[in-house]
């Protein structure tokens, strides 16, 4: 009789190890997914984070490469900002935040940065403006409004503690925030352009945007002081500190205008920079919203290895359009209250809006740093106060060195003539210094000249190298900075006033 017979085999474990041992050579021998190349790994990748519902319900029909390939090319198509042209600049930076993203979130248990949930939200938000962790070990992202994220309201995200890939906790309001800004999955989404026009022959102009107001009760506890201040034209001067003002062009048109703010350390009590609080206010002389630089922390302690070696140094910044300000700075002392310093001063936002040759202000540094150009999601060096383009620079408010020091000064170069064969301008920088000499001026040393390699100029000359050996100190110097464009045949000039104690 023929019937169907059960038949049990009992596996080894040795058999079983075996063939554990094949599958994981048989893995490796295949190589790790292909997440850019349109075959059936494709939507496993990274960008399963930015597709929408629509699309990965498409992509899940699809059985072939043919197919595949055809909904590649659509997906990309849809977020290129700029039709018709050769380069899809979001696919583009796509592709480098995931390389960003790998490097960063990479664990012991896994190659594949991108596809945790820290790689979900930064390669569809960004980096945070700043990391925590609360009394549970729970990690903290901290989003505050940013151009060029796109941010207009500070929110937070929370991920699980004690873990080799933490979890996203705030799953929801992640879904909720990328719902309501399409641009985050590249749908719209616009090329995010440059706050500072660096080492760039021409400016691009476009509506002035403004961060969002600061409206938290310390700002509310401010502002009436500032108002007040403004009012009466002076104020305390319990607390002493000097103010410098660099200006700069900026990609939408407008001034990037840098307030900093340089106080006495011994003003401090001996309780460090915490023990000091800036914060100030800018009204239009004409017409215009005033800027309020306040709240928590509006200006940002510099280092102390790179502030000057006796002093505090805080800064803050606003692009603002062109035109006269009256500014109002208030630091207070919050050691012993009640004591408070105050200045109250007219500015001149200078217009960088030009076609023709123009330079940027000049600052006077009391230290620098090269970044790294390629820097990673959670490199804090390349935000916030401090940086212009590839540099970290801390300028100096009070404009007093001592002789073991350097004098070190940046500025930038706008709309230079480029060379008709290399497309590269011909700049000559020429620097001059003048020892102060009764009431006048006298040439101190041959003049510095340079070729300059780009539109930036970043340079320092030690003091023990400018000085003469009997010079008398302290002694008022002037730098006179002339810029030659050798194609155009035109110049600037600009002048830093500094002693030397």
Not at 333 to 342: A, L, N, W
């Amino acid at each position: 009789m023929h019937g169907i017979h059960e038949v049990t085999m009992t596996i080894s474990p040795r058999f079983r190890l075996a063939s554990l041992v094949l599958a994981g050579i048989l893995s490796l021998a295949a190589g790790p997914p292909d997440y850019k190349t349109p075959g059936k790994d494709w939507g496993k990748g990274p960008v399963k984070w930015i597709m929408t519902d629509e699309e990965e319900k498409e992509w899940k029909k699809l059985r072939t490469d043919e197919e595949r390939a055809a909904f590649v090319k659509s997906f990309w198509e849809k977020r290129d900002p700029t039709p018709g042209t050769p380069e899809n600049e979001y696919q583009v930076i796509f592709w480098k935040k995931v390389e960003e993203a790998e490097k960063a979130f990479k664990t012991q248990t896994t190659d594949y940065g991108s596809l945790t949930d820290r790689g979900r939200v930064y390669l569809l938000i960004g980096p945070p403006a700043k990391m925590d962790k609360d009394t549970r070990g729970h990690i903290i992202w901290i989003y505050e409004p940013n151009e060029i994220l796109g941010i207009t309201t500070r929110f937070e995200l929370m991920f699980a503690a004690g873990q080799q890939n933490p979890l996203l906790l705030d799953r929801k309001r992640l879904e909720e925030y990328v719902a309501a800004h399409p641009e985050t999955r590249g749908i719209g989404w616009k090329i995010p352009g440059a706050q500072v026009a660096e080492a760039t022959p021409d400016v691009p102009t476009a509506p002035t945007r403004k961060p969002e107001e600061d409206l938290s009760p310390e700002s509310k506890r401010q502002i009436p002081i500032l108002e007040s201040l403004l009012a009466k034209g002076s104020g305390p001067t319990a607390v002493p500190f000097e103010v410098a003002f660099d200006y700069y062009a900026a990609a939408d048109g407008t001034t990037l205008t840098v307030v900093t703010v340089e106080a006495p350390r011994e003003a401090a009590h001996g309780s460090g920079d915490a023990a000091l609080q800036p914060f100030a206010r800018l009204e239009p002389a004409t017409e215009g919203k005033p800027v309020n630089l306040t709240g928590d922390r509006p200006f940002l302690p510099a280092p102390l290895n790179e502030a000057p070696p006796a002093s505090y140094t805080y800064q803050s910044r606003h692009n603002l359009p062109p035109g006269s300000y009256r500014l109002a700075v208030v630091v207070e002392d919050k050691v012993v209250p009640g004591q408070v310093g105050t200045l109250v001063r007219t500015i001149d936002v200078p217009d960088f809006r030009s076609k023709e040759l123009n330079l940027s202000s000049v600052s006077l540094l009391s230290g620098f740093t090269r970044l790294d150009p390629n820097p990673g999601p959670d490199d804090k060096a390349h935000a916030g106060p401090y940086v212009l383009g590839s540099f970290r620079l801390v300028p100096r408010a009070t404009l007093v060195l001592q002789k073991g020091e350097a004098v070190t000064f940046y500025y930038q170069v706008y709309n230079p003539a480029p060379n008709p064969a290399s497309g590269r301008p011909s700049l000559e920088s020429t620097v001059t210094f003048f020892l102060k000499d009764g009431a006048g001026w006298k040439r101190y040393r041959p003049p510095l000249v340079r070729q300059l390699t780009g539109q930036v100029d970043l340079y320092a000359i030690d003091l023990k190298d400018l000085l003469a050996p009997n010079q008398p100190l302290p002694a008022d110097f002037k730098m006179e900075m002339k810029l030659a464009d050798k194609i155009a045949g035109k110049e600037q000039n600009r002048e830093v006033v500094f002693t030397v104690r």
